[in-house]
């Protein structure tokens, strides 16, 4: 991943309410357009604590690599090419109420601390940064990295740690309280996903090379792999249960797998069609579940968010109103049906899920 990754009304669509940078608004509509009728502004049964049923948030002046809710559901956060990390009220007006600078090159992964009180980032400059949510101040520089740091990830539970992926084919495991890194694990190709496991000795990784390896910290190797992407893998995340893992490839598929210790021999569970990569972009699409487990969603080169049925792989959702790729996507931990995303289009997106 390089710092530069590369419509008509209908009736009965719902306009998303636009947020800028700035003052809010001081009111808010929902718009639905009927061709019969002309512009209309109708009740619209809700099933979020959202202002509005679809929100824009717009900001960032270059493309949209990451966003993240806070573990109360509460505070957003987006990483651009752009430099920057945005920080968002997820409910009320949805002000941006924070802007965070410091890195010398594009944020590409983002996570929060589990007390929500740190934010942590990846950065094409070959750094990590730690930074305090309430001043935006940098708490700690993290250096190692000889190359673009694609992913971060922390720890569920025990002492707070980090873990980031290199273009420079390291893992590398961090202290947030120390500068450089506590462990490096070295691999022969770029490194473009990482995640923790349960308890913090298992982890994964994936990249350009198409396998899935399972580390385990205690052996220091690999333990066994996951096979079966066709292109590189551009995303892994732990379901919330951390009995199951989510990853997205290039291969224009997202796959779900068992990495339970007992698991079968074979541990594919689900393959999901319907969010296709680019050929051209490169991007680093993600995806990840819902907090309950039973839905799976992704970012899509062709400007939609896909949500799949995790049980039967169905489609449930396929939600246009980007105008780029969708890089990122996330549910609220707060709220099941709410979602996030962040695109290529240089806004982010926050919505409510229809019920049923």
Known sequence: MSDKRKGASEAGILTPVKRQRGPAP?????????????????????????QAPIIQLSGHAGEVYACRFDNTGEI?????????ILLWNTYGANENFGVIKGHKGAVVDLAFSRDSRNL??????????????????????????????NSIDRVRRGPELLMSGSDDGSIA???????????????????????F???????????????????????RGVVYTLPGHDDAVTS???????????????DNTVRNWDIRPFAP?????????????????????????SPDGSK????????????????????????PGHTGSVNDARFSPLESNVILTGSTDRTLMLGELGKG
Do not use: C
């Not at 957003?76 to 920057?84: C, L, M, Y």
């Not at 940064?129 to 935006?136: A, E, N, R, T």
């Not at 892994?236 to 290039?250: G, I, K, R």
């Open 296 to 319: 799976v969603i992704a970012g899509s080169a062709d400007r939609t968010v896909v949500i799949w049925d995790t049980l039967t792989a169905k489609i449930l959702y396929k939600l």
């Open 236 to 250: 892994l995340s732990v379901s919330e249960d951390t009995q199951y893992l989510v990853s997205h490839s290039m």
């Open 26 to 50: 001081t009111s808010v509509a929902v718009v639905n357009t009927s061709v019969a009728h002309g512009p209309l502004i109708q009740t619209v049964q809700r099933s979020s604590n959202l």
């Open 76 to 84: 957003i956060a987006s990483g651009s090419q752009d430099r920057t």
């Open 173 to 195: 495991l961090w202290d947030p309280r120390t500068k450089h890194a506590v462990e490096y694990m070295e691999t022969d190709f770029p490194i473009l996903a990482v995640a």
């Open 197 to 219: 496991g349960e308890g913090g000795n298992q982890v994964f990784s994936a990249g350009i090379d198409e396998d899935i390896k399972v580390w385990d910290l205690r052996q």
């Open 120 to 149: 942590y980032s990846a950065s094409t400059d070959t750094t990590l940064g730690v930074w305090d949510v309430d001043s935006g101040v940098r708490i700690r520089k993290h250096v190692g990295h000889e190359d673009i740091v």
């Open 265 to 289: 021999e074979s541990r594919l569970i689900k393959v999901y069609g319907g969010a296709p990569a680019s050929d051209v972009e490169k991007n680093l699409l993600r995806a990840s579940f």
